[in-house]
């Protein structure tokens, strides 16, 4: 029975590596469906290594659904948009086009314009705590991307 003991513990560390593997992707919308259709051939490193906006996600999918990736319409859209929200460029909030932050942080065309007029009145951003005195922007939806907003 004892013999049985180390295989146990081996095991169990395996179960949780593969736990804290699986909390790699920040919680967001798409983020099952990254889980689902894009682990069956690779692991997550290939995709949490890389950054792109919509645009270089919606080429990687296309290049994964030719080599068999499996998901419906929905799957894929949903996975294009969760991608290029969390592994999209980084964003300089002081310089981007109000077009780049929402495409690029997922932020609403008010949002956009609110951090644009704000740093036209009061000068550059210089740290991430200072975009939460934006009226009108939920500066929360940024923390979980807060590596890629550069100021
Ligand atoms: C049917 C198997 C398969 C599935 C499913 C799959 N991939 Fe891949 N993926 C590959 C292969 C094979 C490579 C290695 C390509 C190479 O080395 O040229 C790869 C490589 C990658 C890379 C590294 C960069 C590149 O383009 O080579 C990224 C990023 C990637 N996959 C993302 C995804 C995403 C996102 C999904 C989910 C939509 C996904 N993969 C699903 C087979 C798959």
């Not at 296309?62 to 969760?82: C, H, L, P, Q, W």
């Not at 934006?134 to 940024?142: C, E, F, I, Q, R």
């Amino acid at each position: 029975m004892n013999a049985m003991r180390p295989l146990a513990i081996v095991l169990c560390s395996i179960a949780i590596a593969a736990v804290a593997g699986a909390q790699d992707l920040p919680a967001g919308p798409g983020k099952d469906t990254v889980e689902k259709v894009c682990t069956t051939c690779h692991g997550l490193e290939a995709i949490v290594t890389m950054q792109g906006n919509k645009d270089i996600w919606q080429s990687v999918v296309d290049d994964m659904k030719g080599r068999g990736a499996d998901g419906s319409n929905e799957d894929f859209t949903a996975i294009v948009n969760y991608l290029g929200k969390y592994f999209g460029p980084n964003v300089n909030v002081n310089t981007a086009a109000a077009k780049a932050l929402t495409d690029d942080l997922g932020l609403t065309s008010s949002e956009a314009d609110a951090i644009v007029k704000y740093r036209a009145d009061k000068g550059n951003f210089k740290e991430f705590a200072d975009l939460k005195k934006v009226p009108g922007l939920d500066a929360s939806k940024l923390e979980p991307i807060q590596k890629r907003i550069k100021f």
